[in-house]
């Protein structure tokens, strides 16, 4: 379970991240507003890794002799992209809005969980309970994401960039892991 709360941690660090540069632009952060953000990053850091176990479920008699390449290969991938996009923040947050509706809310929300759909992948090939899992996700990436808005609010973006390399090499170290117990190395 503590692999699943690292993992949780990682993939929250987009949301965390978005949040944060979300926290910049309000003058008055109220609680709905951190209840709308938390439940929406948190929601579907969720609900795409359930779609993506239950896609590579469907599929998992066909890749079981290379799963752990597969969970290496999407894990790296994605820690790798987490830590590339963490340089290319500063443009991306300058065209952050202050307005929490659904039709600002639902594409960032869809964006940060992208990487969610391939974690959701790799539980398919790992021994993971998936509810409990997923629950975790959200529950970690909504509560990151109602802090995030606070700490951009308050400090700025200071940690934004931070946190997000440390997401992207966790998820990567975590994939080098599972890859070195599979070969037997570990």
């Known amino acids: 379970m503590f692999q699943i ?64 390449w597969i969970i290496f290969a999407l894990l790296a991938f994605i820690g790798g992209n987490m830590i590339h996009e963490a340089f290319e923040e500063d443009e991306e947050n300058a065209k952050e809005t202050a307005e929490f509706d659904w039709r600002h809310m639902l594409p960032l929300a869809v964006a940060c969980s992208i990487d969610a759909f391939a974690v959701g992948v790799s539980f398919a090939f790992m021994q993971v309970h998936v509810w409990s899992s997923v629950l975790l ?17 308050v400090f700025g973006s200071r940690w934004q960039k931070p946190a997000q390399i440390a997401g992207g090499v966790v998820l990567i170290l975590i994939g080098v892991k599972v890859l070195l117990e599979h070969l037997g190395v570990l």
Do not use: C, E, N
């Open 5 to 68: 709360f690292l993992i949780a941690l990682s993939v929250s660090m987009d949301a965390f991240a978005v949040s944060i540069g979300k926290g910049l632009t309000v003058r008055r952060l109220r609680g709905v507003d951190a209840l709308k953000t938390a439940l929406w990053f948190g929601g579907f850091q969720a609900l795409f890794p359930l779609l993506g176990f239950f896609f590579a479920k469907t599929f998992a008699g066909y890749v079981t002799a290379v799963d752990h």
């Open 137 to 153: 996700i959200g529950v970690t990436t909504g509560a990151f994401s109602a802090g995030g808005l606070y700490i951009g609010r």
